[in-house]
């Protein structure tokens, strides 16, 4: 079946720090990948759209500079949350197109906490 | 504008006790609608895909059914492990999901 890692499953960071989530399609080619993020006892809300080989889009509000989006192979998206601050800190969860879903298979979510 | 709604926000049952959770949903289109568990703390997992309305699927203790307007997702004799948050996506076109809340299950030995 298709299966998306995604790594780190947590990470604890300064304010002020750049960190970097990835997100890998082990088993399939993903020309699109997507970037969720999830508040506690709350639903996720798509963040952006990765494309492979072209530039991400972004859903309304989300920062573009701050949530740098590269998705540079068919298997590999990266999300870069940069001069991070405590608000920041969220479970962020990517989701690929491929596989037996219909597309749409999760990764095991990142905790970030912004200190 | 579209949207997806599921009740209840939280359910609670006796192991063995069968019941069922609701997603409504209002979107111009429909390309599918998907029902996936998330345990705390980790990805959502698939459960199922439903297409067109009238159509149901099944895995082992649960069952996915489409209407027009709402999905529903039967639990049958549910057990401890069931417990997990039930959340519903609908894919109106293109690659959007609009996501509902959630349903909190817990399932008491």
Partial sequence: GAVVSQHPSWVICKSGTSVKIECR?????????????????????LMATSNEGSKATYEQGV???KFLINHASLTLSTLTVTSAHP???SFYICSARGG??????????????VV | EDQVTQSPEALRLQEGES?????????SG?????????????????LFTLYS??????????????????????????????????????????NQFYFGTGTS????P
């Fill in chain 1, 63 to 65: 920062e573009k500079d």
């Fill in chain 2, 105 to 108: 299950l817990t399932v008491i």
């Fill in chain 2, 53 to 94: 309305a009238g159509e149901e699927k099944e895995k082992e203790r649960l069952k996915a059914t489409l209407t027009k307007k709402e999905s529903f997702l039967h639990i049958t004799a549910p057990k401890p492990e069931d417990s997990a948050t039930y959340l519903c996506a609908v894919q109106p076109t293109g």
């Fill in chain 2, 30 to 46: 429909l390309r599918g609608l998907f029902w996936y568990r998330q345990d705390p703390g980790k990805g959502p997992e698939f």
């Fill in chain 1, 100 to 113: 037996r879903t219909y597309g749409y298979t999760f990764g095991s979510g990142t905790r970030l906490t």
């Fill in chain 1, 25 to 45: 399609s082990l088993d399939f080619q993903a020309t699109t990948m997507f970037w969720y993020r999830q508040f506690p006892k709350q639903s996720l809300m």
């Fill in chain 1, 87 to 89: 608000e920041d800190s």
């Fill in chain 2, 19 to 27: 019941s069922s959770l609701n997603c409504s949903y209002t979107v």
